[in-house]
């Protein structure tokens, strides 16, 4: 199990102190709307101390699939930079939570709304095709998005699309928020391929009473093969994120030999 933290670029190097296997950085902070900046971004992601496998941020802001005010021409070509980023950096994943980029207007057409994002998954299914990164569609609870609330709607919608570069994910912390029933996991197994965590008011995992037992269990049970990063609020930083990752290991090695030796 690949364990990673959700954090800027500059973070790398304290996170593979502590014994990180990845740093999950946001795609939109690398601005990637010319060669320049494509290219700054190559070297950065190159140069880091710890493999950036895994992004998230997935969209700029401004940048709009779902709504009024879609401009499909510069969406094409900031997911071609981002395409050719990902390659580089050899990715295997790509999180669309992006809810200011897919949240549907309000009095804007509902269904038009979901065939909007349908159509812009679609292009990211091009896009990724061949780079060996997987777009993973990102639930988040209603008070960050009105589009996609749960692991299976992402699964819904993914289902449509029906292309190997199109996953989802599952976030610890809205399906909490949700009250998403944690059996999901095991529904939607098959389409699972990132997973983040977070603790009771979404801070460091290990810090509060999620129920991991549950959660890591469900996970072992269908054999999850993924990685999974932290994204978490932080108070004191590198105490929290050497406490979560003993946590998530010890866990993770516990549940394992539980599950193999189900009488001990």
């Not at 979404?202 to 991991?212: E, M």
Request: proline content about 5%; overall charge negative; glycine content about 6%.
């Amino acid at each position: 199990m690949n364990i990673g933290w959700c954090a800027d670029l500059r973070e790398a190097a304290l996170l593979h102190r502590l014994g990180f296997d990845f740093v999950e950085v946001p795609l939109a902070a690398f601005g990637l709307d010319s060669r320049t900046s494509i290219d700054t971004a190559k070297a950065a992601v190159a140069a880091a101390p710890l493999p950036t496998t895994a992004f998230n941020n997935f969209f700029p802001r401004d940048l709009h699939v779902v709504g009024q005010e879609i401009d499909s021409d510069r969406v094409q070509t900031y997911l071609a930079g981002a395409a050719d980023l990902l390659h580089h950096a050899q990715a295997d994943v790509a999180v669309l939570g992006s809810a200011k980029s897919r949240n549907v207007p309000n009095g804007f057409d509902r269904i038009q709304a979901e065939d909007q994002f349908l159509r812009a998954l679609s292009w990211c299914a091009d896009a990724m095709k061949g780079t060996g990164t997987t777009v993973v569609i990102e639930p988040l609870n209603r008070g960050e998005s009105n589009l996609i609330n749960s692991v299976a709607e992402s699964v819904r919608f993914a289902e449509q699309i029906n292309r190997p570069e199109i996953r989802v994910l599952a976030d610890f912390y809205h399906m909490d928020e949700e009250n998403e029933p944690l059996e999901t996991l095991r529904d939607c197994a098959p389409w699972l391929a990132h997973i983040h965590l977070a603790d009771t008011g979404r801070r460091n995992p290990g810090s509060g009473s999620y129920d991991y037992d549950r959660f890591m269990g469900l996970l072992k049970e269908i054999r999850y093969t993924g990685a999974i990063s932290s994204e978490c609020k932080l108070e004191n930083p590198e105490p929290e994120m050497r406490h979560s990752l003993a946590f998530l290991r010890r866990y993770w090695t516990e549940t394992a030999r539980q599950t193999a030796h189900p009488d001990c």
